[in-house]
Every structure is written in C-alpha cells, then in structure tokens.
C-alpha cells in the first residue's frame, strides 16, 4: 500500500480502528505520515474490492 493508496481507502472508510504503532516503509516515505495524520486503519475487508481488482489487473497484463 502507498500513501495514495491509503488516503484513498481511507477517504472511503474514515471510522477505522486507530493504527496502533506505525513504523516507516521503505517502499513509501510517506504512508506512515499518512497514518499518523489520519489515526486510522484500514482494514483489508472494507477494500477488497479493490485488491481484487488489482489483482485481476495484475494477471491480465494490465498492471
């Protein structure tokens, strides 16, 4: 997930759970500030859709 990723997701479900403990990832320098301004997780069942479709993406060729 990246931080666009995030505050996407998290645009569409603000009422998640509070992060817990937010640590840096190194694929995005961004995503654990994006956490620590919103205070909200995102839990994976409420974007499934979204995965999925990444994933669908993914094995067509098209991501």
């Keep these: 997930m990246t931080a666009a990723d995030y505050r996407t997701a998290v645009a569409r479900h603000p009422l998640g759970p509070p992060v817990g403990r937010i640590t840096e990832a190194p694929w995005d320098g961004e995503l654990a500030m ?25 094995a067509s060729g098209l991501g």
Excluded: K, P, R, T
């Excluded at 994006?34 to 993914?58: F, I, K, P, R, T």
């Design 34 to 58: 994006a956490m620590a301004e919103h205070g909200a997780a995102v839990v994976e069942e409420l974007v499934g859709d979204v995965l999925l479709g990444d994933l669908a993406d993914s």
